[in-house]
């Protein structure tokens, strides 16, 4: 079967992958990185608040999708100033993503978008045949204006624990699996951040109450 050539519509059972990255341990240190369980971190774009994925099939993983996005995708972990281990995907139905809801928040709704990538040199040579370090399965997902990069990553982290399979760089192409219950709860997790930040200010405010009290 020839390599999926995927137009700018994402049909609602693509597989829609968002890459995992772990920070590279010193060499011969024990624990390499390996998936455990979706964070935060996972989600939290540094370079804007769209959050980058990649189309991975049209219902299931596509072998020669993850072997045309595998060498690109290792070599964007350990280019990083900070080298990070490539460990796969953690990948959704995109009808998950478009569909998420909360009744609490009415205006929060994912859109998600084709955003092909090609390198520089290869537009300029052969604009209509992609190469190596193209990524014609490129998307990105974008939130609510007034959300942050940090809520949009909360939430999305939990529209993928709805239903996710974890697709690992090296082992073969897994079957997406059914709905998983994670007891995740964006609520909850809200009221904790919300805890979490409410304490740090509370001590940052005795700490500068300290320093002048010592001026």
Known sequence: MAKWSPGTDIGPNEAIGR??????KLKGADGQPEFTRLRLEHFLEKRGREASVDRLGRTNV????????????VESGT???SPHAMLGWVITPAKRITGY???????????LTADPIASAV????????????????????????????????????HAFEMQFVFESVDDPVTVPSQP????????????????????????????????????
């Open 19 to 24: 890459r995992i990255y772990e920070p590279v």
């Open 79 to 81: 280019g990083r100033l």
């Open 122 to 157: 290869q537009a300029a040579a052969a604009p209509q045949s992609p190469g190596a370090n193209d990524n014609p399965y490129h998307a990105h997902i974008a939130g609510p204006e007034r959300f942050s990069a940090q809520q949009i990553a909360l939430y999305l982290r």
């Open 62 to 73: 596509e072998k020669a999708v993850k072997n045309h996005l595998r060498p690109q995708a």
């Open 180 to 215: 998983i219950d994670t007891g995740a709860n964006p609520a909850t997790d809200r009221k904790a951040s919300a805890n979490w930040i409410g304490a740090g200010l509370e001590l940052l405010g005795r700490l500068v109450m300290h320093v002048r009290s010592r001026l």
């Open 101 to 111: 809801k909360d009744p609490d928040i009415p205006e929060l709704k994912f859109t």
